[in-house]
């Protein structure tokens, strides 16, 4: 978090104390329970002195709530507020969720609408069947976008600037292990274009299989959405993903995109 303080010194516009205090918010992580001050500065990089005073500050404006028991903190009903105000926005959820919760129930997977940010992707919708998955993801989740069908198919579906801005982003996570990944990407790109759909057959959860496809840039909506179908790999090879799953997925895309 220093080093990113050092890069904006020179931005006048450019507000630490409240970056710092948006850097507290996101190192809380889905399922997680309450953290504290020691925890919070491990993760951002910050003084826990520095840390002290952001979580006071945030606790008294409602983004964070504490545990009276060990002092420890969690995200508050502000920041849930917050986070209702941006899902609204995206209108593509209310149209998709019907499909996907139909494709859930008839292919016995899970259906999950995710939109890049960054390096990451951050599920939007979920739809699970009642069969059991081994990855149990919801709403405001992160996967990463290098190793994961659904961050696979978002990539495929960039356009060439984004794919580029993309890359520069992806090399700085990954580093040394980024030729490698960026060989993947091709790869899984290569075969959007062939076949329509990408994949990710135990590279992010061993157990798990998934096939994914873009949505083109919408209205109002932007660019980087996919939509991925998720499901055990004891139930599921990569034949049926790709002959049965993949098809039933585009089919959904056509029907959410007409003319895609």
């Not at 889905?30 to 020691?38: F, H, I, K, M, T």
């Not at 009276?68 to 995206?90: E, H, I, K, P, Q």
């Not at 899970?110 to 990451?120: E, F, I, K, N, Q």
């Amino acid at each position: 978090m220093e080093d990113k303080d050092m890069e904006h010194d020179k931005d006048r516009l450019f507000v630490t104390a409240l970056a710092r205090g948006l850097a507290v918010l996101a190192a809380f992580r889905p399922g997680e329970a309450a953290l504290s001050n020691q925890t919070l500065a491990q993760r951002t990089g910050l003084p826990k002195s520095t840390v002290s005073r952001l979580t006071y500050t945030l606790l008294q404006l409602g983004y964070l709530q504490q545990d009276g028991d060990s002092g420890f903190y969690r995200l508050g009903l502000a920041v849930l507020a917050l986070g209702s105000a941006v899902l609204s926005g995206y209108d593509i959820r209310a149209r998709a969720a019907p499909l996907m919760r139909a494709l859930a129930n008839e292919q016995g997977v899970s259906v999950s609408l995710a939109l890049r940010d960054g390096t990451d992707m951050v599920y939007l919708e979920t739809c699970r069947s009642q069969a059991r998955v081994s990855v149990q993801l919801t709403v405001g989740s992160r996967v990463p976008l290098a190793t994961t069908a659904i961050g696979r198919a978002c990539y495929a579906g960039l356009s060439d600037a984004e794919r580029a801005q993309a890359d520069r982003e992806l090399a700085e996570r990954y580093k040394e292990a980024w030729p490698e990944l960026a060989r993947s990407l091709a790869s899984a790109r290569g075969q959007y274009l062939a076949k329509g759909f990408c994949e990710s057959f135990g590279d992010f959860e061993v157990e798990v299989m998934a096939v994914a496809v873009p949505l083109p840039a919408l209205a109002g909506q932007g660019s980087g959405l996919s939509v991925n179908a998720s499901g055990p790999s004891f139930s599921w090879d990569a034949e049926k993903m790709r002959m049965e799953v993949a098809p039933a997925l585009s089919a959904l895309r056509a029907a959410l995109v007409p003319g895609a």
